[in-house]
């Protein structure tokens, strides 16, 4: 069965690069139609891998701008430190390293469009900077005393509650309301359940075409069985997921029990994985300390293997080199492997079978943090490399459980 057949479908596909049927989408595309064509700032809402990009692409190659520049910048993944010299550019000498003058994202987008991803990950006083070339088109490149002007449309983005986030301080109220004026909420695809078969079908082409692998089809019950699935990480898991099958399978209609067989090996349960100490349901809370949970297990297996590598005297071959004495934080939260382990009263990890059912996923996030600094005794930078997450994001988590030093 095709999933092509509505020309409604087809025209928006062809229009905006978006597919989807459901009211959510039909009501964000609308609205992708009015904005696009101005030049107002636009914030953009909703969940990792929901499509994000996409709609802010979609903002751009319908406005005016369309033949200049689109720059997307991440900004979770610049570290606090350069994250200003990133955006706005530098003066040469404006600080150690700063050899010569360089250009910013701001400058490199100037006449285009300029897409800022997770912006709530940016600091206070960078959101200072932002807030200034939203409202008068012009910022100072670090160690400048010249302003510099852009005409550049700002188009943001955030996976986390930015409302929320100016209640606790880490957001600015003034930059927030400057953003929110047009905010387009992009669905999860666990609420778009309806365009499953549209996107999963578009995507088996693609990839069928791409790698060249004859491609007959999903049966009925394939479909259905996709639209019953969580998908927690929304689209860009429902892709991942459609790929692989489409590769691992090729040559024939890819059916019911296939689907199944692949979902049931990717959602890891008591079962499947024995590392998995208690089978989740999936609540949206649960579906959450669920992803966080398999994580954890996943980069303590990956540890100990590293370590039973190491001490047989063979080569590491991961891409990078780690000591028997490498600290992970997931092997002092996580129970050990073997049940009959025992385990220490002074210092026991959190995740148990007793104790697993009643965890929020923030309750496992908080003791993994709380874990990580006291090993590295408050050392706030070490304790972020660590757990492989920005100090930014750190010192804000910290400040949002409450986790204090004891004296």
Known sequence: MSYFENENVDELQKKFGILGKSADVQSMLATIEQVAPTDISVLI??????????????????????????????????????????????????????????????QSADGGTIFLDEIGETPLETQVKLLRVLEQGEFLPVGSSSSVRVDVRIIAASNRDL???????????DLYYRLKAITIQVPSLRDRAVDIPILAEKFAKDCAVRNQIL??????????????????GNIRELKNFIESLVILEKGGVIKTETVIRYLKADTPNDTQNPLLP?????????????????????????VAEMKTTLENGIPHQSGHSQSNDEYHPAMEVLPEDDENDVVNNDNPP????????????AQVEKELILRSLQRFNFNKRKTAQALEMAERTLYRKIKEYGIAKET
């Not at 959190?350 to 996923?361: K, R, V």
């Open 45 to 106: 809402a909703g969940e990792s891998g929901s499509g994000k990009e996409l709609v802010a692409s979609a903002l751009h190659k319908h406005s005016m701008r369309t033949h200049k520049p689109f720059v997307i910048v991440n900004c979770g993944a610049i570290p606090a430190g350069i994250i200003e010299s990133e955006l706005f550019g530098h003066k040469k000498g404006s600080f150690t390293g700063a050899q010569s003058d360089r250009k910013g994202y701001f």
């Open 163 to 173: 409302q929320k986030e100016v209640e606790e301080g880490t957001f600015r109220k």
């Open 215 to 232: 491609f007959k089809g999903f049966s009925e019950g394939a479909y259905q069985a996709m639209s019953q699935h969580r998908w927690p």
């Open 278 to 302: 208690v089978k989740l349901d999936r609540s949206v809370d649960q579906a959450e300390r669920e992803l966080i949970l398999q994580q954890l297990f996943m980069l303590r297996r990956e």
């Open 350 to 361: 959190i995740l148990n079978p007793q104790m697993m059912g009643s965890l929020t996923a």
